[in-house]
């Protein structure tokens, strides 16, 4: 499975709860995360504009959300994929296709509607809730 930057950040920074069960699928080892170094850059700079961004934190705050990422980053699989789709709107986003393609990848989970209509000649984009509607909780995976 391929995790889109968005997912990391709802259930880190957002308290988005099918974003925080996914990456907790992740964490307890029930399925496999695929990453490229592209996609694992995308997420690390998000990851701090967000810990940048005018607030104060204090180092804790900081240091608690990043040794999460950290912790699932190295439980993923990281893979070379060539750069080969290129039907999504925002081109930055084939990465995420390509990653599934050369993983081999059963889904794609993003909040990005716009992976959507790309997923119709690829890999399916699913969000976290239809995910674990559909691939985890009714197969019971």
Known sequence: MVVDT???????????????RVLQLI???RIRLLTT????????????????EPRRL???QV????LKLLKLLRMAE????????NACVDPDDNKFFDCAIAGHADYIISMNSD???ASKVAVPVLSPWQFLQEAIEVSGR
Do not use: C, M, W
């Open 115 to 117: 992976l959507g209509t």
């Open 78 to 85: 990281t893979i070379s994929a060539p750069q080969v789709f």
């Open 63 to 66: 240091k608690r959300p990043f």
């Open 37 to 52: 170094e592209r996609i694992e850059d995308e997420i690390l700079q998000v990851h701090i504009l967000h810990v940048l």
């Open 27 to 29: 964490a307890d080892g």
């Open 58 to 60: 204090s180092l804790e």
């Open 6 to 20: 968005n997912i990391f950040i709802n259930a880190i920074f957002h308290g988005d709860i099918y974003s925080q």
